[in-house]
């Protein structure tokens, strides 16, 4: 009796081979590494879009921040601000700023040489136009209360419910105004008016119409702000961003009537690389836009004409896009020529995608000074 096939085991139920084992191996690691890469380059393409998206979002945010306030700039003094600078009275524009490709420009009031402008706004009170000589909360509402009598010096007015002790204000005939700081405040009562008192009332001449002599009965006083936009280094990031702060009157570095005061600047946008302001001038009289004349930068002394501000910001988002293979940055993503900040020629490339939003505004309460 032959037992040759009966150890035998049937061809279902045997395993594989070391050949057959090796294969798979191969085969399952082709397909493996093919997945990796493959869900890698998806996620370096949705890396390098949300950082495309980030950069649109800071320019935009940055531009809007910065137009919102613009289109308030300037109430009651479209023919210019009378300003007490050096003991002397001097005509500015509520708004004016640098061009930063002179090499000169402000981070907290120090000398720079970024090629970004910086701006600055006279800002009247958000109720400037509200009902005078009222309260919110038991807070001055920032209304406009009017000049009861003509002259220099302290002003009489009918009340000073609306108005903010140690403030800065404006005397304005809704033509041309005049800046005051440190207001202090005496409060009408039977039979006397309220007085405004101001630092600059003992400079010779000083009021929002020296050619009449002075204030004049019916003028309009109230609160106002100074506000100065700039770029500067966010010590957080490292990076440049864009910073908000509030102005006094104190001669800057540049030898303009304003300066940061001594609270810390406000960050309004992050990752914002580039700062550029345009002027534009109606020279003619024309009403036309086409015929605007257009500057970069602009200086604090009055200039007849100003009617737009065209606003440029560029930004980028929060870290470098790179290829699929994440070994290199993109060559086309480097610093950008915006107005007349040139980037050199041979600037490298970093990674960082740039994103330029620009806006322009015509400025409605200077159109007035063409009446």
């Not at 191996?25 to 996620?43: F, K, P, Q, R, Y």
């Not at 010779?204 to 009449?212: D, V």
């Not at 002599?213 to 280094?233: E, M």
């Not at 970069?296 to 470098?320: I, K, N």
């Given at each position: 009796?032959?037992?040759?096939?009966?150890?035998?085991?049937?061809?279902?139920?045997?395993?594989?081979?070391?050949?057959?084992?090796?294969?798979?191996?191969?085969?399952?690691?082709?397909?493996?590494?093919?997945?990796?890469?493959?869900?890698?380059?998806?996620?370096?393409?949705?890396?390098?879009?949300?950082?495309?998206?980030?950069?649109?979002?800071?320019?935009?945010?940055?531009?809007?921040?910065?137009?919102?306030?613009?289109?308030?700039?300037?109430?009651?003094?479209?023919?210019?601000?009378?300003?007490?600078?050096?003991?002397?009275?001097?005509?500015?524009?509520?708004?004016?700023?640098?061009?930063?490709?002179?090499?000169?420009?402000?981070?907290?009031?120090?000398?720079?040489?970024?090629?970004?402008?910086d701006l600055w706004l006279v800002l009247p009170d958000p109720n400037y136009m509200g009902e005078p000589c009222s309260t919110v909360n038991g807070q001055p509402s920032g209304a406009s209360?009017?000049?009861?009598?003509?002259?220099?010096?302290?002003?009489?007015?009918?009340?000073?419910?609306?108005?903010?002790?140690?403030?800065?204000?404006?005397?304005?005939?809704?033509?041309?105004?005049?800046?005051?700081?440190?207001?202090?405040?005496?409060?009408?009562?039977?039979?006397?008016?309220?007085?405004?008192?101001?630092?600059?009332?003992?400079?010779?001449?000083?009021?929002?119409?020296?050619?009449?002599?002075?204030?004049?009965?019916?003028?309009?006083?109230?609160?106002?702000?100074?506000?100065?936009?700039?770029?500067?280094?966010?010590?957080?990031?490292?990076?440049?961003?864009?910073?908000?702060?509030?102005?006094?009157?104190?001669?800057?570095?540049?030898?303009?009537?304003?300066?940061?005061?001594?609270?810390?600047?406000?960050?309004?946008?992050?990752?914002?690389?580039?700062?550029?302001?345009?002027?534009?001038?109606?020279?003619?009289?024309?009403?036309?836009?086409?015929d605007y004349v257009w500057q970069h930068g602009l200086a604090p002394t009055f200039a007849m004409g100003l009617r737009t501000v065209r606003v440029s910001v560029v930004a980028t988002g929060?870290?470098?896009?790179?290829?699929?293979?994440?070994?290199?940055?993109?060559?086309?993503?480097?610093?950008?020529?915006?107005?007349?900040?040139?980037?050199?020629?041979?600037?490298?490339?970093?990674?960082?995608?740039?994103s330029l939003y620009t806006r322009r505004l015509e400025l409605p309460n200077l159109a007035a000074a063409s009446l």
């Amino acid at each position: 009796m032959s037992f040759r096939n009966s150890w035998r085991v049937p061809a279902s139920r045997r395993g594989m081979t070391l050949l057959e084992s090796l294969i798979v191996v191969v085969l399952a690691s082709i397909i493996i590494a093919a997945a990796t890469a493959l869900l890698l380059a998806g996620g370096r393409v949705v890396h390098n879009t949300e950082h495309t998206a980030d950069s649109h979002d800071n320019s935009r945010i940055a531009a809007e921040s910065i137009m919102n306030l613009v289109r308030q700039a300037g109430a009651g003094a479209p023919g210019g601000l009378w300003v007490a600078q050096g003991g002397v009275p001097v005509r500015t524009n509520p708004i004016f700023g640098r061009d930063g490709t002179t090499g000169a420009g402000t981070v907290g009031n120090v000398t720079t040489a970024d090629g970004s402008d910086d701006l600055w706004l006279v800002l009247p009170d958000p109720n400037y136009m509200g009902e005078p000589c009222s309260t919110v909360n038991g807070q001055p509402s920032g209304a406009s209360v009017p000049v009861t009598r003509a002259g220099t010096g302290a002003l009489s007015v009918n009340c000073t419910a609306s108005l903010r002790a140690g403030a800065l204000h404006v005397a304005s005939n809704m033509t041309t105004s005049a800046l005051l700081s440190n207001v202090q405040l005496v409060p009408e009562n039977p039979g006397n008016p309220g007085q405004v008192s101001y630092a600059e009332q003992g400079v010779t001449g000083f009021s929002n119409a020296p050619e009449k002599g002075g204030f004049q009965s019916g003028d309009w006083v109230y609160p106002v702000r100074l506000v100065h936009f700039f770029l500067a280094t966010n010590p957080a990031t490292g990076r440049s961003a864009l910073y908000r702060t509030e102005g006094q009157v104190a001669q800057d570095a540049l030898g303009r009537p304003y300066s940061d005061n001594a609270t810390p600047p406000q960050l309004v946008q992050d990752f914002v690389e580039d700062f550029q302001v345009a002027f534009g001038f109606d020279v003619n009289n024309t009403g036309d836009a086409k015929d605007y004349v257009w500057q970069h930068g602009l200086a604090p002394t009055f200039a007849m004409g100003l009617r737009t501000v065209r606003v440029s910001v560029v930004a980028t988002g929060r870290s470098p896009r790179r290829d699929s293979q994440s070994v290199a940055v993109l060559s086309d993503d480097k610093p950008m020529d915006v107005e007349n900040n040139v980037r050199p020629p041979a600037v490298v490339a970093d990674g960082f995608y740039r994103s330029l939003y620009t806006r322009r505004l015509e400025l409605p309460n200077l159109a007035a000074a063409s009446l």
